[in-house]
């Protein structure tokens, strides 16, 4: 389970994993998507990347537990019990500075999860990698680079939630990962601060295809110095926010309309995307995330990059909107048997590690007998 940089909501997936001869099914037997309330939502936009207090981070990580154990019970309902939990949390901060990650924060407490569900949970995901000199994202890498290597050619997996992510595939340990800018952080904050749509994103694109780009503006957002910095690299909504915006519209002078910021925004995702798809010479994109489900975007990637085939992570087993959930669903898989969940060209670690840390269920705690080597591919099915 992880709710993702857009603070939308919860998506989960119950995943079936079996493993022979270093070949790795994962059936899917169900998805779901959990919205927040519009409450909870508005408090998390309020408090990141704002001051607040030690008190709203206590009774947020109480809320936000407490909304991924229902929508833990509402999911496993359908399904019965399971063998372990994972359960990402929300991203409240994700601490990098001159160039490194240096901490990383989500909340979300699992004691209530194990309660709900009896199930041990296995959290706290990312830290590990980051102690290891890793950036501890993009983690997703890992499943990136299952289930492209048997590209002929050179494949990249982008993520595009609240911040665009991608994953460029040579072979399952051959890849590099990081996280490329905004796809939708800056677009959602202007939408919810000037209340343009009441669901706080851009359905469809259908706001942005009204407006028209303004290039003074998007000169100004494409030379931030974040989109040079040399790989790996992660960042977050402690750079990339409203305020963010605000500023550049002080700083260049520019009074666009909000149809026309709007579009200028959803440019920049298309226009920083699109220049490191070609510096790596891909030849097959493959899209997931929120996003990839907003047409006037997708349609904006394909006129940048003609000659690169852009694909649905749907045509891989992993729907569009769930796939990050897959992804810690596997890396769970990997940490109950003992495997390391991470690809360091990924993160940029100096070493693979074994993630996240386990709050027992009602029994004891039984973990499966270790591995000795990890999968070297992944095929996912749906029941």
Request: net charge negative; charged share 20%; hydrophobic share 40%.
């Amino acid at each position: 389970m992880i709710s993702g940089t857009s603070h939308d909501g919860i998506d989960a997936a119950v995943v079936e994993f079996s493993e022979q001869d270093g070949n790795l099914t994962g059936t899917v037997l169900k998805t779901a998507s959990t919205p927040y309330p519009p409450s909870l939502r508005a408090r998390l936009l309020r408090a990141l990347p704002a001051a607040t207090t030690l008190a709203e981070v206590c009774e947020l990580d109480t809320i936000v537990g407490q909304s991924f154990a229902q929508a833990a019970a509402d999911i496993l309902s359908g399904t019965g019990p399971v063998d372990l939990v994972v359960s990402h949390g929300q991203t409240v901060f994700h601490w990098v500075e001159g160039g490194r990650a240096r901490g990383t924060l989500q909340i979300g407490q699992p004691a209530w999860i194990a309660e709900t569900t009896g199930a041990p949970v296995l959290s706290d995901v990312r830290i590990r990698d980051i102690t290891a000199g890793g950036h501890g994202a993009p983690l997703v890498s890992y499943l990136d680079g299952l289930l492209l290597a048997g590209h002929d050619g050179t494949a990249a997996a982008l993520n595009l939630g609240g911040i665009a992510n991608m994953t460029v595939v040579f072979g399952s340990s051959d890849l590099l990962a990081y996280d490329i800018g905004p796809a939708n952080a800056l677009i959602d904050a202007v939408i919810v601060d000037r209340k343009l749509h009441p669901d706080g994103y851009d359905a469809d694109g259908q706001i942005a295809a009204t407006g028209a780009v303004d290039g003074v503006l998007l000169k100004a957002l494409m030379a931030d110095e974040y989109f040079d910095l040399p790989i790996p690299k992660s960042t977050g909504k402690e750079h990339f926010h409203l305020a963010y915006v605000q500023e550049m519209l002080r700083t260049t002078g520019r009074t666009p309309s909000d149809a026309d910021l709007v579009a200028t925004l959803t440019e920049l995702t298309v226009q920083t995307v699109a220049r490191e798809v070609r510096n790596h010479g891909v030849d097959l994109l493959v899209a997931s995330g929120g996003g990839c489900r907003n047409q006037f975007l997708m349609n904006g990637l394909r006129r940048a990059l003609p000659d690169v085939a852009i694909k649905l992570s749907d045509d891989y087993g992993a729907p569009a909107d769930d796939k990050e959930a897959i992804a810690f669903a596997l890396i769970g898989w990997c940490t109950a048997h003992g495997l390391p969940g991470t690809v360091p060209a990924g993160t940029g670690a100096r070493e693979s590690r074994i993630l996240g840390t386990i709050t027992p269920g009602k029994g004891p705690l039984n973990l499966p007998a270790p591995k000795r080597t990890s999968p070297r591919a992944l095929t996912l099915v749906r029941s």
